[in-house]
């Protein structure tokens, strides 16, 4: 099996990709203990010296403690090297009750365990869609999720390089549960997509995506001050008809505490893109005045109070009501309208196309370690 390196370059944009792949997800850091079983044989082996310290079936009721010492492993023994759960004959190892495709490595970290789960980055993928986007969406909208899932996992095998892993589980990466978030569908769109992603003059793309546009897409310089070809205002006639409309009020008192600032005595925006998204939210206060940017001032209230940046402001007395369309940051892919493409009899192809115009769609291939 090959692997990935944390410094490898891997594109060679040719040619097949049939070899599997592994990545390293961090998804237990700093519990005291982790409840440890099989749903069969199970080989565990010492990832000092790759002995096999012992081969169990089904560990039923087994646990991994951290102690002073090192790895307590149930009725099996005390071992001060990190360990590898290596299921055999098509098992799968379960992590507090969760069945997990791939090997699951164990590691002390202080006082508490760390727990990576090391499986194929297409296995990987299988378990990520469900998090990200309805399974029961169409067949071309699961696929160009497939696509963005995967790209965004190449282009971030880094992120967590210092604690060891290249991904964690959590939405600050892409939020991963292991094998019981898996459908038939998810697995039929990360398989007929196998080994495709997006790039752009060379590079992996940048995939960002959000729920709803509300009619136009962001140019992700006016949210994030980056200036990216491909991320650029994208009107979107696919996700008109659903329209996410919102409304959210709130006391000036109550964004007075959360922002940490004086009384307010006006607050406005100032500038908007063409799409109708705010650059600066103003407010004037008795120690001063805050500019403060549009996508920074809705999370700071809360993304799930103030959906987007196409809003406008009413004031009525000690209250503010915002109002506006879409729901996110508005960047790249917007998956309303997406599934919507899908329904339509749009490919894939088209959609990503749609979203992230001027990005192309290579296979990759891994080179050797
Ligand atoms: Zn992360
Ligand atoms: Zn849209």
Request: glycine content about 10%; charged content about 20%.
């Amino acid at each position: 099996m090959k692997r990935l390196l944390f410094t490898l370059i891997i594109l060679r944009l040719t040619a097949g990709y049939s070899e599997a792949v592994d990545i390293r997800i961090g998804f237990i850091n700093g519990a005291e203990s982790v409840k440890v079983s099989a749903t069969g044989y199970m080989d565990i082996i010492d990832l000092a010296t790759n002995e096999i310290i012992s081969t169990t079936y089904g560990w039923s009721g087994g646990f991994v403690k951290a102690t002073q010492e090192g790895l307590v492993l149930k009725d099996i023994g005390l071992f001060t090297n990190p360990v590898l759960l290596k299921p055999i004959v098509g098992a799968k190892a379960l992590v507090n009750g969760n069945r997990y495709r791939g090997e699951i490595e164990i590691q002390k970290n202080g006082n508490g365990i760390k727990v990576i789960n090391v499986i194929d980055l297409e296995e990987y993928l299988y378990g990520v869609l469900k998090s990200e986007m309805s399974a029961k969406a169409p067949m071309e909208a699961l696929k160009a999720q497939a696509i963005i899932a995967r790209t965004f996992a190449l282009a971030n095998l880094k992120k967590h390089e210092q604690e060891g892993y290249n991904l964690c589980s959590h939405i600050h990466c892409q939020v991963y549960k292991g094998m019981d978030m898996e459908t038939d569908n998810i697995i039929d769109a990360v398989d007929s997509t196998k080994g495709q992603i997006l790039t752009y003059d060379g590079e992996i793309a940048q995939t960002f995506y959000h729920s709803s546009c509300g009619g136009v897409t962001a140019d992700v310089l006016s949210v994030w001050g980056k200036d990216i070809p491909y991320l650029k205002e994208v009107y979107d006639p696919f996700c008109k008809a659903s329209n996410d409309n919102w409304n959210y009020t709130i006391s000036l008192t109550a964004i007075q505490n959360i922002l940490n600032i004086g009384n307010i005595s006006s607050i406005y925006t100032d500038g908007k893109d063409s799409g109708g998204r705010v650059k600066n939210i103003i407010i004037e206060h008795t120690q001063g005045k805050a500019t403060i940017p549009g996508n920074k001032f809705r999370l700071m209230i809360g993304s799930d109070k103030i959906w987007s940046t196409r809003l406008t402001i009413a004031r009525n007395g000690d209250k503010v009501t915002f109002q506006g369309k879409g729901k996110g940051h508005g960047v790249g892919l917007c998956q309303k309208g997406a599934v919507s493409m899908g329904t339509l009899g749009y490919n894939y192809k088209q959609i990503l196309g749609f979203y992230y115009p001027g990005v192309y769609l290579r296979s990759i291939v891994f080179e050797e370690e």
